[in-house]
């Protein structure tokens, strides 16, 4: 079955850029889907970071837009996310999951277990 | 606009019937998908569509939905539904997905 498995470094500074990964099993990401980054702060709600269709197609939250970059590489089947300029605002649980995209919606159907990433210096 | 609202929190008898709403502009051009989540767990998608279920689902929770309103129903309630649950759907530009702030759900 398809499996999303994230990696991050846990523990980051203040103004540093972690590159967290989500690494997927069971599907190539080529073969279709979009995928994408969801985050939730401890206690909170769920805010959507970005997805991106293997095709090249991306889409950023347009409050996090100018610090967010999701990368792809199909060769290893994972894709990553890159968030700038971290702060303590930034510290929640990075989920990454597929996305059933449609004319009338956007689903996520599959979600890894999500990586804590703490932002304090 | 570019939000979803939900209520907070909501409690239902054991075995009784529960609406959740989820509010938003958005809504009325696209559908809400809706996710349950407990306690140090992800999130885990229970409708989405029209009315389409997981496997594994059960058919005790459905959806509707009215204009810019949507609303899941979960029909005798059961102790494992005690959970966060969250409606998404995209915004009303379509190229962005926004999710409502959650409903918590107490099984009394």
């Known amino acids: 079955q398809v499996q999303l498995q994230e990696s991050g470094p846990g523990l980051v500074k203040p103004s540093e850029t972690p590159s967290l990964t989500c690494a997927v099993s069971g599907y190539s990401i080529s073969s279709g889907y979009y995928w994408g980054w969801i985050r939730q702060p401890p206690g909170k709600g769920l805010e959507w970071i970005g997805s991106?269709?293997?095709?090249?197609?991306?889409y950023y939250n347009p409050s996090l837009k100018s610090r967010v970059t999701i990368l792809v590489d199909t060769s290893k089947n994972q894709f990553s996310l890159k968030l700038t300029s971290m702060t303590a605002a930034d510290t929640a649980v990075y989920y990454c999951?597929?996305?059933?995209?449609?004319?009338?919606?956007?689903?996520?159907?599959?979600w890894g277990q999500g990586t804590l990433v703490t932002v304090s210096s | 606009s570019s939000e979803l609202t939900q209520d907070p929190a909501v409690s239902v008898a054991l075995g009784q019937t529960v609406r959740i709403t989820c509010q938003g502009d958005s809504l009325r051009s696209y559908y809400a998908s809706w996710y349950q989540q407990k306690p140090g767990q992800a999130p885990v998608l229970v409708i989405y569509?029209?009315?389409d279920r997981p496997a594994g689902i059960p058919d005790r929770f459905f959806v509707s939905s009215s204009g810019n309103t949507a609303s899941l129903t979960i029909t005798g309630a059961q102790a494992e539904d005690e959970a966060d649950y969250y409606c998404n759907s995209r915004d009303s530009s379509g190229n962005h997905v926004v999710f409502g702030g959650g409903t918590k759900v107490t099984v009394l």
């Open positions: 991106f269709y293997h095709s090249g197609s991306t």
């Open positions: 999951a597929r996305v059933m995209t449609t004319v009338t919606d956007s689903a996520f159907d599959i």
């Open positions: 569509g029209k009315n």
